[in-house]
């Protein structure tokens, strides 16, 4: 299976982040991203009304001249399938690896690959431990010995602070963040082994008008509130959206304005959705976090999705958005969730 880039489509805020050096370029993709990447490639792309950006692991290289070559086949064709969709004029590409034999085998790839694409590589580095070795340009010394940077300090980091931007110290603790709590999780199964185990799901069109309204009206007033269900409410909300017409009309809620709000409803319900009911609520989050422009939430959304429903429609319908580096902005899908059904009254 190739790899899958975390793409973030969503331009950096230029009032507050305009980048003039290498220094500017390693503070700014944490900041972008939402969190500080590790073993990874890191592009971002410049001269589109637009742009996006993404990271894709930077694995270690096999011994096999062969697989080798196909590891950095794969790596390539994820990273850069976008970039031949959208035509960025530029891109910077980033390194975070201790290992400096795969990122320069990496660099070589890309750089020949984004020649061939007649797209111009303005920086390139790889970062590891406090330093950053030019990879583009610079005496062969600077090269080898790197140049120190302390990023923690930086007027970009600082700024993140002061707009209350969060940003992870890794991937694996964003991932966390979408992970499910056992205690919370098993209060909410109990509950729907109580009261809801054994109760059938609406059928006719009047039955799933009814529930998909009431689906709305509970995720609505908690949206607007910035509020999360109880156990007994997140229960019958998980067991309500179970059905895609009631999942719908939760999802017809969303808009990029309140995509914020949605992210954190859905955080919580998922996080406590017990096994069985966690493909809808993931879905759900995904959907509201690319909405919002976290392109990497969105990936960790699906990823918790498909450990539980590899097939989830909703999912894949998303991956495929997001796997395009599609903008929420360019993208209009009215959604009517209760199209077709009758007793409209």
Do not use: N
């Not at 790899?3 to 500017?24: G, K, N, V």
């Amino acid at each position: 299976m190739e790899p899958t880039p975390d793409l973030t489509p969503r331009p950096i805020p230029q009032s507050r982040y305009t980048a003039r050096s290498t220094e500017d370029l390693l503070a700014v993709a944490p900041v972008v991203l939402g969190f500080h990447p590790a073993d990874s490639v890191v592009m971002l792309t410049f001269g589109l009304d637009r742009p996006f950006h993404a990271r894709i692991d930077l694995p270690p290289l096999p011994r096999d001249l062969a697989e080798r070559r196909k590891v950095l086949e794969e790596l390539s064709a994820s990273l850069l399938d976008p970039v031949r969709r959208h035509r960025p004029s530029s891109v910077v590409l980033l390194f975070y690896s201790a290992d400096a034999r795969a990122a320069a085998a990496a660099w070589r790839r890309l750089r020949r690959e984004c020649s061939d694409l007649g797209v111009r590589v303005v920086e390139a580095v790889r970062s590891d431990a406090g330093r950053y070795y030019p990879l583009l340009r610079g005496p062969r010394r600077l090269r080898e010995v790197g140049v120190p940077v302390d990023l923690e300090s930086h007027p970009f980091a600082v700024q993140a602070v002061v707009d209350g931007t969060v940003v992870h110290g890794s991937r694996e603790e964003m991932v966390a963040t979408v992970a499910p709590d056992p205690g919370r999780q098993q209060r909410v199964a109990d509950v729907l082994a109580r009261s809801l185990g054994h109760r059938p799901r609406p059928r006719t069109d009047r039955e799933l008008r009814l529930l998909g309204r009431a689906v709305i009206e509970v995720v609505g007033a908690h949206v607007a509130a910035r509020t999360v269900p109880d156990d007994v409410e997140a229960a019958w909300l998980l067991w309500a959206i179970g059905s895609v017409r009631a999942r719908d009309a939760a999802w017809s809620l969303m808009t990029r304005d309140d995509a914020r709000e949605h992210v954190s409803f859905w955080t919580d319900v998922a996080r406590r959705a017990p096994r069985p009911f966690a493909a809808p609520p993931t879905a759900l989050l995904g959907w509201a976090a690319w909405l919002s422009g976290d392109g990497a939430l969105a990936w960790a959304a699906l990823d918790r999705c498909a450990e539980v429903d590899a097939s989830y429609s909703l999912a894949d319908l998303l991956r495929q958005v997001v796997e395009q580096a599609i903008d929420p902005a360019t993208l209009t899908c009215p959604i009517e969730w209760d199209a077709g059904l009758g007793d409209a009254g």
